[in-house]
């Protein structure tokens, strides 16, 4: 088990609760790993005087006020700056998400009523099985809701990085085409904003979680890592 005793109310987590680039070191080409090592080896945090946190207080006020109360001084300089995310702005040159966008998307959107469709999307890097996919799929049916659903072409557990469509249920795709559009990746930012969204779906990604919080747009949430 891991434990995070400083929070105010202690956080207990199983090692499947991580992220995977938090549980296996091994590959010198794991970016993410390598940057925790140097700053965990090499006490980078301990050489500047204040650390900035993609948050905003009213979110976790409780947290943060524990955490300043710590005399330590890795902490005694802690500033929520959040909520940091992509503005959606087509003159950046940075990319700001792992897969190409579909912006057909926006299009659909422009279809539908306002506050009428639910994205679906689970992050750039949450799992899911086979039998996960299906039960998901005939959930999001037999809602009758407007779906837009974000599904990566690596997402589910055992298959090929393309075939992730294949494990959905016989003829779903045809059954919904009136009010479903399925997608491997889309600008999220610009589809929180859109009006004719009405609630998120989401693995509780911090990004995710911010934006949406940001557009105003109630969640739905199937957390997924800790």
Request: aromatic residues 8%.
């Amino acid at each position: 088990l891991l434990a995070c005793p400083l929070l105010p109310s202690p956080l207990v987590l199983e090692p499947f609760d991580l992220n995977p680039y938090l549980k296996v070191c091994g590959k010198p080409s794991d970016f993410m790993c390598r940057a925790f090592n140097v700053v965990i080896r090499e006490k980078v945090l301990h050489r500047g005087d204040t650390i900035l946190i993609n948050t905003v207080e009213e979110a976790e006020a409780p947290t943060l006020l524990q955490l300043r109360k710590e005399k330590r001084d890795l902490l005694l300089n802690l500033w929520p700056i959040g909520p940091l995310r992509d503005d959606g702005s087509k003159h950046s040159n940075v990319p700001m998400s792992l897969w190409k966008s579909d912006y057909s998307s926006l299009s659909w959107l422009d279809t539908h009523p306002p506050h009428s469709v639910l994205l679906v999307s689970f992050g750039s890097l949450a799992p899911l099985t086979p039998s996960q996919l299906i039960e998901l799929a005939i959930g999001l049916e037999e809602s009758g809701h407007r779906i837009l659903w974000v599904i990566r072409p690596d997402q589910i557990i055992g298959s090929a990085a393309t075939a992730s469509h294949a494990h959905l249920p016989p003829d779903f795709l045809e059954r919904n085409k009136a009010r479903l559009l399925v997608v491997s990746w889309l600008p999220q930012h610009q589809v929180l904003a859109h009006p004719s969204l009405g609630g998120f779906f989401t693995h509780c990604g911090w990004n995710s979680v911010l934006e949406s919080i940001s557009s105003g747009v109630p969640m739905l949430t199937w957390p997924f890592f800790g």
